[in-house]
């Protein structure tokens, strides 16, 4: 299939050639094309019109700052057109996919030996409980590395990402990590706030649930939640019975509900997470004084080479 488009800054005309689907969201479909003219090979971005007068508040957002924004771990978009039915985005091809597929690659079920009358009656730890676990903790921390200071640059940009989960941070041809799908996010003046309800509801933060105004806080939140899915392959918040969006909100909120921890997460990672997973925004890590700096000087961060990965 191929498609001619006019390229939104003027005079060059732009042909695709449509390739294999990459992947879908809520609103969209992204496929590999390749320009014709060059064969350099993007990822193009498709909306109905119709999902995008649902919010069209969104998409204007999505547009102005993906095409604004300049970053090592930002995703980049070149240029947007549309047709009679469909807006069109078009950025860097990311090969690696999304974060969730490496989760998914990563993520084992593990023997845990655990502690039993039993066991402990016969003098040993009996390897019994099995249960999951996601990437190791190196490995984890490269990706949340690169998201902080994705999120730093974005915060002293005056910009609130909103959707943070592994869907949303793909993987170049290199290895490493950028965050993409703009969808929610929005430019929150310093000082200022915002009451959009959004995000995906295992990861909103609190403030966002409760309808009073938030600012970027959300984004360490979700952070946080996006942390404990890489170490656990688990989600912290959820409602195993009843499967209830609603549910797992009501326990977001709730100051009584236990964050479960896996007995194989380090200490550091245990403590970076709960200090991420701070219901109050203004106590959470991050909102501190220095802001991203307390989270990168947080002990599970020690010896990590932050000049290093900045400098790629
Ligand atoms: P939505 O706003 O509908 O969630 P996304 O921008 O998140 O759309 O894209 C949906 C999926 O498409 C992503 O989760 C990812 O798997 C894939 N995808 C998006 N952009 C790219 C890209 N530049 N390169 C490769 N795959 C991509
Ligand atoms: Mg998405």
């Given amino acids: 299939q191929k498609m001619t488009e006019e390229h939104r ?13 990459l992947g879908e969201g809520a609103f969209s479909r992204v496929c590999r094309v390749a320009e014709e003219s060059t064969g350099r090979v993007f990822a193009l971005k498709r909306m109905a019109k119709s999902a995008a007068l649902q919010c069209p508040e969104h998409v204007f957002c999505e547009q102005h700052i993906t095409r604004n924004i300049a970053h090592p771990f930002c995703l980049r978009q070149y240029a947007s057109f549309k047709d009679k039915c469909h807006l069109y985005m078009l950025f860097d091809l990311m090969p690696g996919g999304d974060l969730m597929d490496v989760l998914v690659a990563e993520a084992k079920v593990i023997k ?27 490995m984890s921390k490269f990706y949340v590395a690169s998201i902080v200071l994705a999120l730093e640059y974005l915060h002293e940009n005056g910009i609130a990402f909103r959707d943070l989960k592994p869907e949303n941070v793909l993987i170049d041809g290199q ?3 950028k965050l993409g799908d703009f969808g929610f996010a929005k430019q929150v003046e310093a000082g200022g706030r915002t009451y959009t309800f959004c995000g995906t509801p295992g990861y909103v933060a609190p ?27 688990r989600q912290p918040f959820t409602s195993p019975k009843t499967q209830d969006p ?6 977001i909120v709730d ?19 709960s200090k991420l997973l701070e219901r109050k925004p203004v106590k959470r890590i991050g909102m501190l004084q220095g802001r991203a700096r307390d989270i990168k000087a947080h002990p599970w961060f020690v010896g990590f080479d932050w000049d290093a990965l900045a400098a790629r």
């Fill in 9 to 21: 800054d003027g005079e060059k005309k732009l042909v695709l050639v449509e390739g294999e689907l």
């Fill in 175 to 177: 290895g490493y990590a």
């Fill in 207 to 233: 403030e966002n649930v409760m309808g009073r105004g938030y600012n970027h806080s959300v984004d360490w939140w979700t952070l946080g939640v996006l942390m404990y899915v890489l170490l656990t392959a």
């Fill in 112 to 138: 845990y030996p655990v502690a039993d009358k039993n066991s402990l009656r016969k003098g040993c730890l009996a390897p019994k409980m099995k249960m999951w676990q996601g990437m190791e903790e190196p």
């Fill in 255 to 273: 100051d009584r509900w236990p964050i479960k921890y896996p007995p194989y997460m380090s200490d550091e990672a245990r403590d970076l997470i």
């Fill in 246 to 251: 609603m549910e797992v909100m009501r326990r």
